[in-house]
């Protein structure tokens, strides 16, 4: 397959990776004025540019001046658990003393 070349005129989110897809949206004055379209995988990420697995002349056209975005594989980079609250209780059945030295998780804050 072919692929695109989408130059910058910043430096690229030090966020996006290969394997990350593109998206893309017209703009004009007053804001965006199209739903993001699905442009293809970053095959490459490099200062000031990207390369993404897609034709030059299928749809849709990259043009200068477009809202460019990317996401994520969530398959990838998920790993904990997701959410703002948590509600934990510890019991113990035994008639033996216990004690608990430390408590540690993980959870990553859900926007969604």
């Keep these: 397959m072919a692929h695109t ?22 703009v004009l004055a007053g804001g965006i004025t199209s739903e993001p379209i699905e442009a293809g995988a970053i095959i ?9 697995d897609k034709d030059v002349g299928t749809a849709p056209i990259i043009t200068p001046g477009m ?16 959410g703002y609250y948590a ?13 608990l030295y430390s408590i540690s998780s993980e959870a990553v804050v859900s926007s969604k």
């Excluded at 989408?6 to 394997?19: D, E, L, R």
């Excluded at 490459?44 to 540019?49: F, G, I």
């Design 5 to 26: 070349k989408i130059n910058f005129n910043n430096t690229v989110n030090a966020s996006a990776q290969v394997g990350d897809t593109i998206y893309v949206s017209s």
């Design 87 to 99: 509600d934990i209780t510890f019991e113990n059945y035994s008639n033996k003393y216990a004690e």
């Design 44 to 52: 490459e990420v490099q200062q000031n540019h990207v390369i993404i």
């Design 67 to 82: 809202f460019i975005l990317f996401s994520k594989p969530t398959e990838v980079n998920d790993s904990s658990l997701k």
